[in-house]
């Protein structure tokens, strides 16, 4: 394992942690994550990962993203949620708008670690016991099996796997180019600690109907789209949807935004942060806690597609997720690769 950062920097540890599975796009995606909470969850009792939070409670603040949540349920991702109408929302705790929303869809597949721990973890467990070794510091100039060129060196290896990340230029830059990928960059915030119940699990609202496409691909998805550009064209204009989640000394991560360039500028400006807060304080009950620390991060995005395998040769794979998907698909990915590469 070779990585030019001295500890995971990337897109890992800036995300939320929430492994998703409803509302990823149906048929593979929809699989994948599945697949990869399964890993998750016995990966994360083996590296002594906690999992801090469990499912996800989509809210419906409108009638139209009821309708969404409706047509959802009825589909075969839906056979294990529940549409939970608003004076029982408080079955999964308490704090929200309730009596304001539509209704609400409790989903029980979802598990949350806290990435910026968590991926260190990962990475000490493979190292201690199974054996990985981690090349830190060393950056990947050139990948050919047998060989692949360093900045500490040449590695012997029969086998490369490439995992840029988002960086399209260092390795097999012209195979990376034909995809025609763009860069998105998000912005987050962790809110300081508060008084929370601890039973809600994750909390989605209507925009995220829209840009999940388990629920956006569904007809009624359309209307609800109509009506969220009337209401809210400048959240949709700076790509805002509202996941908040919790870790365990009861703060809120609390996201996100998307807006795409080849080399996204660095700057955070807070009218983006101010649209995700005020997203937030139409679903929370209570006024929204200090931001304790604002970050952002970036990843690979493709118009086409959420993720690709490219196969220069044999002994080589080019593996890219294209999306904000990977912290929820890419154990399931993973295990395609590899099991394609030795059977
Ligand atoms: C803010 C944010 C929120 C997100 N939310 C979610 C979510 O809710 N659910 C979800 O499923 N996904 C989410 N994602 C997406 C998910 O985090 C990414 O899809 C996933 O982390 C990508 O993993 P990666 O290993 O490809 O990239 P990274 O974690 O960025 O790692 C790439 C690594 O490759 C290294 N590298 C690249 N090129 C070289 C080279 N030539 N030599 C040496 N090292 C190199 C980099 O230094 C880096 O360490 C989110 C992402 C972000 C940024």
Excluded at 205 to 212: A, E, P, Q, T, V
Aim: glycine share 6%; hydrophobic share 40%; with cysteine.
């Amino acid at each position: 394992m070779v990585d030019r950062d001295r500890q995971s920097n990337g897109a890992s540890i800036r995300n939320f942690g929430f492994v998703t599975v409803t509302g990823q796009e149906a048929g593979e995606c929809w699989r994948r994550a599945r697949r990869s909470r399964d890993v998750w969850a016995e990966v994360a009792e083996a590296a002594g990962i906690a999992v801090v939070q469990r499912g996800l409670l989509m809210i419906a603040r409108r009638a139209e993203a009821r309708a969404v949540l409706e047509e959802f349920i009825a589909t075969e991702m839906g056979r294990e949620c529940r549409l939970v109408e608003p004076n029982d929302i408080e079955t999964y705790g308490t704090g929200l708008r309730s009596e304001s929303f539509a209704a609400a869809l409790y989903s029980p597949h979802e598990i949350r670690v806290e990435s910026r721990e968590a991926i260190p973890r990962l990475a000490a467990y493979l190292a201690e016991r199974h054996d990985v070794t981690f090349r830190r510091e060393t950056v990947a100039l050139s990948a050919a099996p047998p060989r692949l060129e360093t900045s500490r060196g040449t590695l012997e290896a029969e086998t490369i796997v490439v995992c840029p990340g988002d960086d399209f230029h260092t390795l097999h830059a012209e195979r990376i180019a034909a995809y025609g990928l763009t860069r998105c960059k998000l912005h987050m915030m962790r809110l300081a600690p508060q008084r929370f119940d601890e039973r809600l699990p994750a909390i989605m609202s209507d925009l995220g109907m829209i840009r999940y496409r388990g629920y956006s691909e569904l007809p009624a998805a359309r209307t609800l789209a109509r009506r969220l550009e009337a209401e809210q064209g400048e959240h949709i204009a700076n790509g805002v949807h509202l996941i908040v989640v919790r870790s365990a000394d009861n703060s809120l991560i609390v996201g996100d935004s998307h807006h795409y360039a080849a080399t996204p500028d660095p700057f955070a400006p807070t009218a983006v942060d101010d649209l995700i807060l005020d997203e937030y304080a139409h679903v929370f009950a209570a006024e929204a806690p200090p931001i304790a620390e604002r970050w952002t991060g970036t990843y690979a995005s493709a118009k086409d597609r959420l993720m690709l395998i490219d196969k220069p040769s044999d002994a080589l794979r080019i593996v890219l997720i294209t999306s904000g998907t990977g912290a929820s698909t890419s154990f399931a990915i993973a295990e395609e690769v590899v099991a394609d590469l030795f059977g």
